[in-house]
């Protein structure tokens, strides 16, 4: 069994990443000859993914007129628009659950280039999410959560890591939260107070793109086949 749907989170405005952001969403922005969210598209078709949604706010109108309707890469793209105030990533979960559907889903981050593999991903998590946890880089050297065999949780228990900012979540998650701008934190939270944020280590290449020159060195440092 194969995850089928995902979603990539675009919508936010990239301050960091400002002037060119400015024109530009930070999703298009080219590393490696391609945008960076092609990237993204092209992984998940190769990993059986066949339904894409991408949440929009900056300069939205960019998104389908550079992407289309996803033929190219043998996927059918949605685009779930938040208006001008991005909802965060849990208010743009919630509002993209009528496109997701039902089953679970991939979520990755727009900003990040990795070489994880995401048909390695669980189809069915064993709890309420399944997420990819990366060491800790230079800019976040605390860490998010512990990772206890494939139990996350915030009572120390294990190795302190990093969210890489891929996942698999269950509608569920968000599905009793009102239809408003939050945060996931307070999600995963409670889902590791009752045992049901589950995740893996993943050791190989990863790169969150925060700021130009991020962008920069990403594009001289790629793993092979990004380019």
Not at 49 to 57: A, E, L, P
Not at 95 to 112: E, K, N, T, Y
């Amino acid at each position: 069994m194969k995850l089928r749907s995902a979603m990539i989170f675009a919508a936010g405005r990239g301050e960091r990443m400002r002037p060119l952001t400015d024109t530009t969403p930070k999703p298009l922005l080219r590393v490696g000859g391609k945008c960076l969210i092609e990237h993204h598209l092209e992984k998940l078709a190769a990993a059986g993914v066949r339904k894409v949604v991408i949440n929009t706010s900056h300069l939205a109108e960019q998104f389908p007129a550079t992407l289309g309707d996803g033929s190219r890469w043998n996927l059918a793209i949605h685009y779930s628009h938040e208006g001008a105030v991005p909802l965060e990533t849990g208010g743009g979960i919630k509002h993209a659950l009528p496109l997701l559907g039902a089953a679970p889903f991939i979520g990755v981050s727009a900003d990040i280039l990795s070489d994880y593999d995401y048909a390695r991903l669980p189809a069915e998590p064993a709890g309420l999410a399944h997420l990819v946890m990366v060491a800790n880089p230079d800019f976040h050297p605390r860490g998010d959560f512990w990772l206890d065999r494939d139990e996350l949780n915030e009572a120390g228990h294990g190795e302190r890591l990093t969210f890489g900012n891929i996942g698999v979540y269950r509608a569920e998650l968000v599905a009793g939260e009102p239809a408003t701008r939050f945060k996931l934190l307070p999600m995963f939270q409670r889902a590791m107070r009752a045992q049901r944020l589950h995740g893996e280590r993943h050791d190989g290449y990863w790169r969150n793109l925060g700021t130009p020159r991020q962008l920069a060195e990403a594009g001289s440092s790629l793993p092979p086949g990004s380019r």
